[in-house]
């Protein structure tokens, strides 16, 4: 993997004993030694003491847990920086509720040119439908408002924030009275972003990835493009991840322009470069109709477009990566991986380890697809955990039973395809211990993977979506990219209760992870390093 964020190391030595150290070389460790930025060693407290005179820093764990640091393969950085600085609707009950909220932050931000905001979500709300033009008019006094919709697929906003656009109004994706999709978000995201200055923008962004550090969190995907985040944005958060001690940024940027790509220090031209929109905008591309809405959503990329950009990635070395949700869209996906492979030949195409990002209403014939031509999933588990069951929002735009399509992720590690988790941040939030309890702990049964699976796709697999098998796990050689933890007994969690038994024998050698049954408390992160710095000192550093 190239990235222009790879963090200088820590020349020091430092041996941390006593605790629990998760790793395959030893899954009994308690001891672990870092040298110059990786993994020296890992084992048993015994035979630490002979470490002990060369390190120049002993760290006791006190029983602490030590992982590997998460990777969150899917974030939007200063997105998330924004909303975790400024206006969230996320935790908004009702419509009045979240009017009050944005009334309250308007007051406390005369000076701002546009009021941002993120993460209203009308199918929680018992008004059952999004903040009209006119209310929010009336709740900023006429300002520009900017207001996204959890998924980010679609905007509530005030007139003058359409007045900031001209032309807005004759623009796809504009419906009078309806929140804003398509082209006509686009553009009023476009003029949104453009009002933050630099000094908020990269505030933004450096409280985004220490806040991630918070969760134990050691590399992001950031996920940027034109109609996402635009350029400076993109190159700001590169070298400020460079400049300054954090996790690690790998930046995608989602554009059918590879050189463009290229040039802005991405490693695929990938990532939301969409190939549809959203089930909760009703944006996604579908086959059959929404069960609540009168049409199939919305396609954005034909298979010969697909198809063209992998070829083009493929012969400049880069990744290609699509968004995509809809069956519709998935199919358009994997059509256009099976004529670029056609083209290229087979081998080509997987050795470049292309990803598809979110990839929910998976038909089988999808699943048999990524296996074939080596595609990573690129999945959020958090959005089943937000929207899935028999009363959620995907069975209301879905039906009940397509609902129980979505995000097969049992089925994907069957077939082989390669998994990695994110969260979409700001979309859901920077909680990969609660991430790994979604997948764990699907609400679909058939769906669910062991705990031991899903702690993999959030570590390694983040890893290896980026072309890197040697990092992501605590092995000697690795980077030493870690987080500690508190939490409580280790245990292991998988859906075949036969499994769980065989492998808490000892003599399976197979290492213990928190409980995370749900209503258990998730572990805390004491410490986070990258390349052998520590990001985050602690809750009371």
């Avoid at 905001?117 to 408002?145: F, V």
């Avoid at 199919?331 to 670029?340: I, K, L």
């Avoid at 062991?450 to 796709?457: G, H, I, K, N, Q």
Wanted: hydrophobic share 40%.
């Amino acid at each position: 993997m190239t990235t222009s964020t790879d963090p200088q190391s820590d020349d020091r030595t430092v041996l941390l004993r006593g605790g629990e150290v998760h790793s395959p070389a030893d899954p009994f460790a308690t001891a672990m030694v870092v040298e110059r930025g990786h993994v020296a060693w890992v084992g048993a407290e015994g035979a630490a003491d002979a470490f002990a005179a060369g390190a120049d820093e002993i760290v006791d764990l006190d029983g602490a847990l030590v992982t590997p640091a998460f990777t969150d393969s899917h974030v939007h950085t200063t997105a998330t920086g924004l909303a975790l600085t400024g206006l969230d609707l996320g935790g908004a009950a009702s419509l009045a509720e979240a009017g009050a909220l944005v009334r309250r932050y308007a007051e406390e931000h005369p000076g701002d040119r546009v009021l941002l905001g993120h993460g209203w979500d009308a199918s929680r709300w018992p008004e059952g439908r999004a903040p009209a033009r006119e209310e929010l008019d009336a709740l900023t006094g006429g300002r520009p408002l900017y207001l996204t919709r959890v998924d980010v697929h679609s905007a509530a906003v005030t007139t003058a924030m359409l007045d900031l656009v001209p032309g807005v109004r004759s623009l796809d994706g504009y419906r009078d009275g309806e929140p804003l999709t398509a082209d006509a978000h686009h553009a009023v995201r476009e003029a949104a972003h453009a009002a933050v200055s630099p000094r908020q923008r990269t505030d933004a962004q450096r409280a985004a990835l220490r806040h991630a550090a918070s969760r134990g969190i050691g590399t992001v995907h950031e996920c940027g493009g034109p109609h996402i985040s635009g350029e400076d944005d993109f190159t700001g958060l590169l070298r400020l991840a460079g400049e300054e001690p954090g996790p690690r940024v790998v930046g995608y940027w989602a554009d059918l322009d590879v050189d463009r790509a290229r040039r802005l220090g991405a490693v695929g031209a990938a990532g939301d470069l969409f190939a549809d929109g959203s089930l909760g905008s009703h944006t996604a591309c579908l086959h059959e109709p929404y069960a609540d809405a009168p049409h199939t959503g919305r396609a954005m990329l034909a298979p010969a477009e697909i198809a063209a950009h992998v070829v083009a990635c493929t012969e400049a070395g880069l990744q290609a990566g699509f968004h995509a949700i809809g069956d519709a869209a998935l199919s358009a996906v994997t059509d256009g991986f099976r004529e670029a492979a056609d083209k290229l030949g087979l081998a080509r195409v997987r050795a470049a380890r292309h990803r598809v990002e979110h990839a929910e209403l998976l038909t089988p014939e999808a699943v048999a697809a990524f296996a074939e031509f080596g595609l990573t999933a690129s999945v959020q588990p958090a959005f089943d955990a937000a929207w899935g069951g028999e009363d959620g929002m995907y069975a209301a735009r879905l039906g009940a039973e397509r609902a129980r399509l979505l995000n097969p992720y049992a089925a994907l590690l069957r077939a082989g395809v390669p998994l990695a988790f994110g969260s979409d941040s700001p979309v859901t939030p920077l909680d990969p211990w609660g991430t790994v309890r979604a997948a764990a702990f699907h609400r679909t049964p058939e769906h669910r993977i062991s705990v031991r699976a899903a702690f993999t796709a959030h570590t390694r697999g983040g890893w290896r979506a980026v072309g890197r098998d040697d990092a992501g796990v605590l092995v000697p050689g690795a980077p030493a990219d870690y987080a500690v933890w508190e939490t409580g007994a280790l245990v292991v969690q998988a859906p075949d209760d036969r499994v769980a038994r065989w492998s808490t024998d000892p003599r399976s050698g197979t290492p213990g992870l928190p409980d995370l049954t749900p209503g258990a408390d998730l572990p805390v992160c004491l410490r986070t390093v990258v390349a052998g710095r520590t990001v985050f000192p602690g809750p009371n550093g």
